[in-house]
C-alpha cells in the first residue's frame, strides 16, 4: 500500500495530468540523473559498484550495503513507499524493481518524475542492467568495468564446474513456512552452475511452499539454507542422506539472493558447498 495524506492527496489530483515519467531500457536520459532514489537492495548495490553512490540520496529500509548507504532516508519498504518523504528530497531519477513496485510508482510517475526499473530474471543480465544505470548515471565507463568483471567472474565458475558431477539439491527459504526455488530463480540457475540438481526445479511457482515430506521422499545429497537454525529441522529424521552424512550446509543470503555484483562470490561459495559432497 502507498502511503498517502490528504495532502499528498490534493498533490496527486491538482499534478495529476503532468507527463508520465516511466523510462525504458532503451531510452536515454539527456543529462544524468544527480538525485537518484533506489527502492531496492539489489538496484542500492548496483548504483554503488558503478560509482554512482553520491548521486543516491534516499534508499528502501532493506539497502544495507555498502556501509555508506547506513545514513541515507528510508523512504521505502517490501509493503509501501513513502511519497510524501520521496517527493520532499526532489529526486530526478526513481529506480524500482518492476516485478515488485510497478504500482506503487504509479503515482510518481504520473507526476512526471523519470522512472526507472530493474528487473534481471537471468544470471547475465545483470551485466546488462549495469550498463543501463551507467547509462541513467553517467558512469558508463566503470558500468562497463563492473559488467565486464562480471561477467568474467561467471564464466569462468561455468566452465569450471560444466563437468562436475550431478549432486542432488534442496535449498531451503525460510522454514515457517517451508519454500524453495524453482530452476528459473537466480537461486536454482546458480545450483544448475555449480553442478547440482534441484529437488523443486519444476515447480510451477518460482518459490514452491512445501512440507517435509516431500523432501524427505526425494532424500537429497545436500540441503542449503542460510543458517543453521533453519537447518536444524532436518535432524529430526536421521535417515536423510544429508543428515547421514553432515551435509546441512549454510550459504550467504546475502550474496545469493540479492542479485548484485556480489553474486558470483555466491555461487562461489554454493559451488563449494557442493564440491564437499563430491569429494566423498
Known amino acids: 500500500?502507498?502511503?498517502c495524506s490528504s495532502s499528498l492527496l490534493l498533490m496527486l489530483t491538482l499534478l495529476g495530468t503532468a507527463g508520465a515519467g516511466e523510462l525504458h531500457a532503451d531510452e536515454a536520459r539527456a543529462e544524468p540523473a544527480r538525485r537518484i532514489v533506489s527502492l531496492s537492495p539489489h538496484i542500492t548495490e548496483m548504483l554503488f559498484a558503478i560509482?554512482?553512490?553520491?548521486q543516491v540520496i534516499a534508499v528502501d529500509e532493506a539497502s544495507d550495503y555498502p556501509v555508506a548507504v547506513t545514513p541515507l532516508p528510508k523512504v521505502a519498504n517490501y509493503r509501501s513507499l513513502n511519497l510524501e518523504q520521496i517527493l520532499a528530497l526532489q529526486p530526478d531519477l526513481i529506480v524500482a524493481w518492476r516485478s515488485a513496485q510497478h504500482l506503487q510508482v504509479q503515482p510518481l510517475i504520473h507526476l512526471g518524475i523519470p522512472v526507472a526499473y530493474?528487473?534481471?530474471l537471468r544470471l547475465r543480465d545483470l551485466a546488462d542492467e549495469l550498463e543501463y544505470l551507467g547509462e541513467l548515471s553517467g558512469h558508463r565507463q566503470q558500468a562497463r568495468a563492473q559488467a565486464r568483471h562480471y561477467l568474467q567472474q561467471l564464466e569462468a565458475l561455468e566452465r569450471h564446474y560444466r563437468d562436475a558431477r550431478p549432486v542432488s539439491v534442496f535449498y531451503q527459504l525460510g522454514s515457517t513456512p517451508l519454500m524453495s526455488a524453482n530452476e528459473g530463480t537466480w537461486v536454482g540457475q546458480a545450483i544448475r552452475l555449480c553442478g547440482g540438481t534441484n529437488i523443486m526445479a519444476a515447480s510451477t511457482a518460482p518459490y514452491p511452499q512445501l512440507?517435509?515430506?516431500l523432501v524427505l521422499a526425494r532424500d537429497p545429497?545436500?540441503?542449503?539454507?542460510s543458517s543453521d537454525?533453519?537447518?536444524?529441522?532436518?535432524?529430526r529424521w536421521p535417515s536423510l542422506q544429508a543428515v547421514q552424512k553432515a551435509r546441512l550446509l549454510t550459504?550467504?543470503?546475502d550474496l545469493l539472493h540479492r542479485f548484485t555484483p556480489r553474486t558470483p562470490e555466491g555461487i562461489r561459495q554454493l559451488c563449494r558447498q557442493l564440491e564437499l559432497a563430491r569429494a566423498e
Open 51 to 54: 560509482g554512482a553512490g553520491p
Open 1 to 3: 500500500m502507498v502511503r
Open 251 to 253: 550459504v550467504d543470503a
Open 211 to 213: 512440507n517435509a515430506e
Open 118 to 120: 530493474s528487473e534481471p
Open 221 to 225: 545429497e545436500v540441503i542449503l539454507a
Open 229 to 235: 537454525e533453519e537447518l536444524a529441522l532436518w535432524r
